[in-house]
């Protein structure tokens, strides 16, 4: 259930709420009230933040590499780090919730080096994976990630993936 609030004219759904503290303002990743019977979710717990995805494994040696960023079905945030993927603490789903609830769009800087992920507003009940890939070569290159509701199309999350990967001789 989305938290909804007056804006004076019509109910519109909040994207974002902060709560202090006790030292500064924060974003709230979920938020729940008591019905009389049971604690109810009205507010999404997704979080992503701006990470980098970097593989430098073929630098001075040529070659083919590339880094990844992963929003897996489980609900797991990942990126590339060295030769593999690892974990991001704390981030995509970070609460309970179902994955299939949001969709995310993946959207790339210009630059060089070879992309791969899906285009456009794809749900997130399937593992979706963002990649650059070089060959004797270095590239820096961004990926905005944008996750939303999929029932109202509410974008409730972004942030940007820096990848950079270096296969130069």
Known sequence: ?????????SWTEVGYIKVWDGASWVGATNAYAW?????????????????SCINLTKAGVGGTASATYRLASSGQASRQQGAGLVSISG???????????????????????????????????????????????????????????AATSLVIATATIEFEVDSAP
Do not use: C, H
Request: aromatic share 12%.
């Open 1 to 9: 259930m989305p938290l909804k609030v007056w804006n004076g004219s």
């Open 35 to 51: 019905d009389g019977s049971a604690w109810k979710k009205y507010f999404p717990s997704v979080k992503v933040t701006d990470v």
């Open 91 to 149: 981030q995509w789903l970070v609460g309970s919730g179902t994955t299939s609830d949001y969709e995310v769009q993946g959207t790339w800087a210009a630059g060089g080096g070879s992309i791969s992920g899906p285009t456009g507003w794809v749900n997130l009940g399937t593992t979706r994976d963002w990649s650059l890939t070089v060959t004797n070569n270095f590239q820096v290159r961004d990926l905005s990630i944008e996750i939303r509701i």
